[in-house]
């Protein structure tokens, strides 16, 4: 039953385990505010246990019915399954180190499995090769904040120095990078006129490097809204790709096209 | 003369009813200002009470014109003309209860009722279908954001903790949102040296994250700008494709076209 | 001279007139620095007064030259001439009112006279065109945006209260527009939980409704830039518009289409 | 040996070098860092002076190989590798001036050298070619920015004057940008109601004009992305329209297209 989703019987079980879940997560938030372990300390600490026992109960089950315990325990979804329901046991153990309880939060990541097999997976995958397709267009856009960051990092660091809170090159690459997306916290601010001046340049500089990422995934999405595909006809005389749909002869040997055949998918 | 909007002495009244909604939308605002109300209060008082029974009126004539008195008592805009005035009696009954008189500003949204015959509201649905349209795009959108949002919040309370303001879960998730949406307040910073480096590379997966809404509706505008339909219709005598959707003849042989079925999905 | 662009001489008298505008407003700059004052006030002073002479016997000589003197007084230029010079012999009769001698900065617009007979002008214009033909989507896009900040406003004046700054309605409005642009200048900022949950997500709110300007001047551009023109091609038998360049039928009402000429500009 | 990078030895040399440079600005980064120095204070410093040895050869190496010395070293890469090599020993003549070492930095370019070689270059040149087309309308955005942050940065300097932080017009001009970029520090804030007003104004504002560099790039993307070429180009046998730059042939007749004039201006 728990393998099978497409039943009626397994739909409502996914339902049922996604809403587990998420309360699961409202239990760890809940959890990590002091005032409501204050106040509800107690309920919450049962809860949590029901929904470790479950998970523990669902863990097992799942290694018994499978054919490859071993396949299963190692693979993603095994090792999260193990990290949702371990912490609460170790906690038990050695209370001291609350802190590592918080890699419950990684429970969430167990709703991936229900939906995996629904129809979102589809738009992840598009999306996901369109990044791809665009993998080098965004690499060289990483190396290009890169490098301004680490340089006019070091530019800020000198020309405002540890007086004005630029302790370090490191601190003032954080302060660039705050600077260069736009977040502005604040907390570093240039003092010096010369300063002021470079961090102004620094945000128009900004836009238009992050206008990057913006324009590869606008043009992706577009170029799929429009049902564009460009590469996928291939010249059967001189091999060469990217004829239009409408074309007739091969733009580079003169030769007849075959037949254009529509992607129906 | 106020439900028929296309005479001129309707558009008059429609022009006239406007100035009095913002009128009446000022003086909730400055209502608000202490030092107005200290050296105003007096004048604000009657015009907010000259606005109330005004909007009574309007709303007893309403209730006395319309066939079907409770079916308007229970729409959208009856329930709208009841919030605009109800709050004032309310106040000179029980004054204490002066926060519970901000509600008024939803006098607001009978502007909508004006608006509703004229051509603006075609953009609006437009808009509105096309986003639609993107509906699960967004969704996903969404639904990577609160789980990027989840997970990097409680990966920045374990490391920078309560002692630097990250006091619990949902607090961290909070700093996540302002910082992936590049908004920075700075009333919560990173302090250590680690947090500051997950900080930098929210704030880039931020405006990653953040490029696909802008994606979403440039393409889908752009889409629109271009006329762009969906190259699914054939002509049945010349077999061409890439007809519009509100094309009647074929545009390459002149023939009539089967009406277009929308796409309801 | 002042007047032909076109000749040799004219060219370098509008370069000259360009660097005299630049050097003023840098002088007008310099002037707001106590520092720089204090220690060039002389040079300073002899500059500016330099200028306003210049300046002097320019709106003079122009004064002099036009056919009708009067229409050049009270055209743009004409009163930009004269706000630049002005407000220094006005500094001199009352000293009091330093401040109004900031208007000087209006200078700044001389320099579009300059540029009116350049090429930029018609980037500018083609820019102006294409937001004008946007300007329904841009009235709704603002009037959105006036809508979420007023309602949203409120509602965080309810929420936090004066007790953490959010003083008056006008005050939380304030707030909701540097929210919603992601400014985020953090000198306000929500103090409970409810108020952080309505604020984070008023931000991403803010980011879907900030994609509509941002759509719409891509959409325009991309269309510009792939020479899209839909709207210019009209049936002369059922005068409906929007034909493609390749039809050759009307698609309304099945009349073949004359042969469509190529905008050469 | 140095030269060839198409050999084998000349391609694990180059992974090699990449990982020298890093490991090297690691060091410069490190150094800046006064707990770091504290406590790595010794093996920092035979590491930078081993990469200083480690460089100096290669630049004499370098110098002796060439067949013009002169050339070289008068050249960028010339000039970066003296800069690389040259503030360590020069910081052991005048310790004083260490400031001037964190122009080592500048050593972080000589990885352009290597990369120069490589596939990703296309991508610049690619990204390159298409801002220049833009140019314009980039020269255009940039004016419109610096004439809004000057008037309202006046304007602002005149409204919240130096008792609200406005200490000069360079300073309101400073806030002005940080404002339309939507940074938002917030070590400047509006503090009167109307200078709160013209802020909220100016962020509206600068969220559309800074559309407008998001525009070009996407644009230009997206027209990459779909290989749209201006449809200037006809075939004299057919008079066929909208050939690609690179055909050879005609797509619609099969006869070849004379040779493709780049539009040099």
Partial sequence: MIFEADTSTGKTFDVLLVAVILLSIVVVLLDSVPSMVGRFGRPLNVMEWTFTLLFTVEYVARLCCVRHPWRYATSFFGVIDLISVLPTYFALLVPEVSAFLDIRILRLLRIFRIFKLTLYITEYIRLGRALRASGRKIL??????????????????????????????????????????????????????????IASFMMLLGWGVLAVPTGIVTAEMTSQRMNWKPTTRTCPSCLSEGHEPEAKFCKDCGEPLPAYEYDTS
Same sequence: chains 1, 2, 3, 4.
């Fill in 140 to 197: 060289i856009f990483l190396s290009v904040v890169m490098m301004a960051v680490l340089i006019l990092g070091t530019v800020m660091y000198v020309v405002e120095g540890p007086e004005n809170g630029f302790t370090s090159i490191p601190m003032a690459m954080y302060w660039a990078t705050v600077t260069m997306t736009t977040v502005g916290y604040g907390d570093l601010t240039p003092q010096t006129t010369l300063g002021r001046f």
